[in-house]
Antibody, heavy 117, light 112 residues
Framework: QVQLEQSGAEVKKPGASVKVSCRAS????????INWIRQGAGQGLEWMGW????????VYAEKFQGRVTITRSPSLSTAYMELSSLRSEDTAVYYC???????????WGQGTLVTVS | IVMTQSPDSLAVSLGERATITCKSS????????????LAWYQQKSGRPPKLLIY???TRQSGVPDRFSGSGSGTDFTLTISSLQAEDVAVYYC?????????FGQGTKLEIK
């Protein structure tokens, strides 16, 4: 069973960038597309972007265009999400989640808390 | 596509039925596969969401059969037939008909 393991919590200053990693267990990298979804404190779920690990092709939500970059390292079975020009409103838990093309999300990483303060 | 759930919160007695509805601003029934591109998730405090239902009514492997999904087009329902204590959570619907995928605002389910 594929598992996604994310990097640890981060604290950043306004204006800085953060890079969160998402590693797929075993030899499962590439089985799923990787999505990044965030959740503010007490808030709902917001899709940020998607990557096909095989091709590296990405699609970003319009809201985050120009601020978010999703990349991958196949040799490390890891996907990355970098968010720049951080502001307090970006304080949230960031999840990676697998999907079969543009589909429902399963599995999910455990989440990474990013605090901008 | 805007997803709207109701109610925002719900309190149900143990063993009773819980019903959550989700309405999409446009149909999520795709003509290419005749499937509704609608999923339901359960999120417990401090945990990532867990997939319960996809294609509007297909239960994910390992999900208890007290959870069921129904509906088509723009109107969908998640039903828990007999509420258990471990079902306390926030429930979300999600459309994956088009990009960007969007979620409902969530429904908080508690024990009465």
């Amino acid at each position: 069973q594929v598992q996604l393991e994310q990097s640890g919590a981060e604290v950043k200053k306004p204006g800085a960038s953060v890079k969160v990693s998402c590693r797929a267990s075993g030899n499962s990298f590439g089985i799923y597309d990787i999505n990044w979804i965030r959740q503010g404190a007490g808030q709902g779920l917001e899709w940020m972007g998607w990557m096909n690990p095989a091709s590296g092709h990405t699609v970003y939500a319009e809201k985050f265009q120009g601020r978010v970059t999703i990349t991958r390292s196949p040799s490390l079975s890891t996907a990355y999400m970098e968010l720049s020009s951080l502001r307090s409103e970006d304080t949230a838990v960031y999840y990676c989640a697998g999907s079969d093309s543009s589909s429902y999300y399963e599995p999910w990483g455990q989440g990474t808390l990013v605090t901008v303060s | 596509i805007v997803m709207t759930q109701s109610p925002d919160s719900l309190a149900v007695s143990l063993g009773e039925r819980a019903t959550i509805t989700c309405k999409s601003s446009q149909s999520v029934l795709h003509s290419s596969n005749s499937k509704n591109h609608l999923a339901w998730y359960q999120q417990k405090s401090g945990r990532p969401p867990k997939l319960l239902i996809y294609w509007a009514s297909t239960r994910q492997s390992g999900v208890p059969d007290r959870f069921s999904g129904s509906g088509s087009g723009t109107d969908f329902t998640l039903t828990i037939s007999s509420l258990q204590a471990e079902d306390v959570a926030v429930y979300y619907c999600q459309q994956y008909y088009n990009s960007p995928s969007t979620f409902g605002q969530g429904t908080k389910l508690e024990i009465k």
